[in-house]
């Protein structure tokens, strides 16, 4: 189980128990469309932060929101028990929700349909912006186009590194492969190291 479905579990939970402030998650660019859909479908709000469990709790904070965390499996419960991502902490709270619903994680998250997601690294000499690099901008709005709404695509630098990073969601394998590898290639050719 990875952060998206801790997350769905704790949602659901907290929300039972009216513990779930204002009925919303904070979770990062980078969780899957699938569980927006699965919070959605429970009447609660996701809201996406940039990735970093900093930028998760500041969202947090800022709207009020007891629950979030990242896909990596960085939670952070703020009813209380802490306001950093603890992996013990984590695993008890589902471990007690197992307990209270009777439930296996499996049950819990049965409904949660995880869209097929590639995560893509390219290298690059220089971070430009990537609205100043036309193929790179036509590879990423065509993609969206493409997608239309039943998919999504993140592409970013990363924080630390000398790297791209291409994240596309679409309802097919073929499809998500596709576009990242146009992206890819479009990146490569204008910034590739």
Do not use: C, W
Request: net charge neutral; hydrophobic share 45%.
């Amino acid at each position: 189980m990875n952060g998206d479905a801790v997350l769905l579990v704790a949602a659901r939970e907290m929300q039972a128990r009216g513990a779930l402030a204002n009925a919303t998650v904070v979770a990062t660019t980078m969780s899957n469309m699938g569980l927006e859909l699965a919070l959605k479908r429970s009447g609660i709000r996701m809201l996406r932060a940039n990735v970093g469990d900093k930028y998760v709790l500041e969202e947090m904070q800022r709207v009020g929101a007891a629950l979030g965390g990242e896909q990596s499996g960085h939670i952070l419960f703020r009813d209380g028990d802490a306001t950093t991502g603890d992996g013990l902490l984590t695993a008890l709270r589902v471990l007690e929700i197992m307990v209270r619903t009777g439930k296996t994680l499996a049950d819990l998250v049965s409904d949660l349909k995880v869209f097929p997601q590639t995560i893509r690294n390219v290298r690059v000499r220089q971070k430009t912006p990537f609205a100043q690099i036309p193929p790179v901008q036509a590879a990423i709005t065509a993609a969206e186009l493409e997608l239309d709404g039943n998919g999504r695509v993140v592409v970013r630098y990363s924080g630390t590194e000398a790297l791209a990073r291409v994240m596309i969601e679409a309802e097919s394998k073929e499809q998500m492969d596709r576009l990242a590898e146009s992206i890819v290639q479009a990146l490569q050719s204008a910034l590739g190291a």
